[in-house]
């Protein structure tokens, strides 16, 4: 762990630490959200250290809370969850060769740990980047989501806070910098434009799907 932390260097801990920050209190946020709602503390808890996706988390509790039934519950997030299907591809060099260390890994895909990964020079500090933030955005968002359950109703309405900004701001963060590249830029400009368009006309979730064809626009100019 400690040749871990100093591949990753100081300037990288600490992008991961402020990373950490902010999804710590979206995790306290989904805990006394789920349970306010009426689910058990456990619930986001367990959902928490086996699932480990708060888009997802929060899709799941939302179609709970709103009535609807365990299928849409469970369809919701894994529809949504599809999007860390490319992220998984490109960062599979990092996950290892062990069965159980690549098992691990994936279960540490997120928006976060891919575009730390994906930021960086080299094969070492790719996978220094991911495992750091993987293993730190884990053990922060599950202590937090379990603090955020065990305070419930207490904290009244989590909304109130404006704390849902968090999240889109740790993406939005961590997205700027790699819109050097050219080949980036126009992949995310043309995804943003077919996600926006689509936004009024499709179901929560499929928009962000239908952004991933903006990697068509990535194609090299000779």
């Not at 959200?33 to 367990?46: E, R, S, T």
């Not at 899709?59 to 469970?74: M, Q, R």
């Not at 599809?82 to 928006?111: E, I, M, N, Q, Y």
């Not at 884990?138 to 955020?148: D, H, I, L, P, R």
Request: aromatic share 6%; proline share 6%.
């Amino acid at each position: 762990m400690r040749s871990l932390f100093r591949t990753a260097g100081h300037r990288l801990l600490r992008d991961v630490a402020l990373v950490c920050l902010a999804d710590g209190v979206v995790g306290v946020s989904f805990g006394a959200l789920a349970v306010a709602g009426g689910l058990p503390v456990w619930l986001p808890v367990v959902m928490s250290l086996v699932v480990f996706a708060g888009a997802s988390q929060f899709s799941a509790v939302g179609v709970a809370l709103a009535g609807g039934g365990p299928i849409a519950a469970v369809a919701t997030p894994l529809l949504l969850n599809t999007r860390t299907v490319p992220f998984s591809l490109a960062v599979a060099d990092v996950l290892g060769k062990r069965p159980l260390t690549r098992l691990c890994g994936a279960h540490l895909v997120t928006d976060e740990t891919a575009a730390f990964a994906l930021a960086q020079p080299d094969p070492a500090r790719r996978r220094a980047a991911f495992w750091t933030c993987g293993l730190s955005l884990y053990a922060t968002w599950n202590v937090c989501v379990a603090a955020g359950a065990l305070a419930g109703k207490a904290l009244g309405d989590t909304g109130a806070f404006g704390l849902d900004a968090a999240y889109p701001a740790v993406l939005l963060a961590l997205v700027v910098p790699t819109l050097r590249d050219a080949g980036t830029r126009r992949a995310a400009l043309a995804g943003a434009a077919v996600a926006l368009a689509a936004t009024p006309v499709l179901p929560p979730g499929l928009p962000v799907l239908l952004a991933l064809t903006g990697l068509l626009a990535t194609g090299r100019r000779s």
